[in-house]
């Protein structure tokens, strides 16, 4: 996405179904690094033109287009990451030890990568698996 001569990443991304002459729609949602504002790329193939389009939104503009827009959406780029919340690339163990007046009655055993995202791979209590 491009504001204030500098070309950035969207935060967001909705997409939407197919209308007759408008598919693969989407919307890039985004705040400008520069002038923080916040700002949206609608963007569509029109089957009319045989081309695609682009258009841009800004601030005020941004809540219209998603008010209009939200009830075609199907899916968000932040809904699959939260969905998804896998740990990925490199993996490291962590034991949390839960502790019950002072004696250790069980150990959990976390599979961690380093941005934090972790699953419970183990639980073992009273030092049995
Ligand atoms: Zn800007």
Known sequence: MRHCNSVFKAQDIWFFCDEENKIKRKLYLAFCPICQKSIALYSYFDNKINDYVEKYYYSGGV???????????????????????????FKYGINKEIKKMGKIVEIRQFASDFEGNKILVKKIKNGKP
Do not use: V, W
């Open 63 to 89: 809540e219209r287009i998603k008010q209009k827009l939200k009830s075609d959406r199907t899916a968000t780029m932040l809904g699959f990451k939260n969905n998804y919340k896998m740990p990925s690339g």
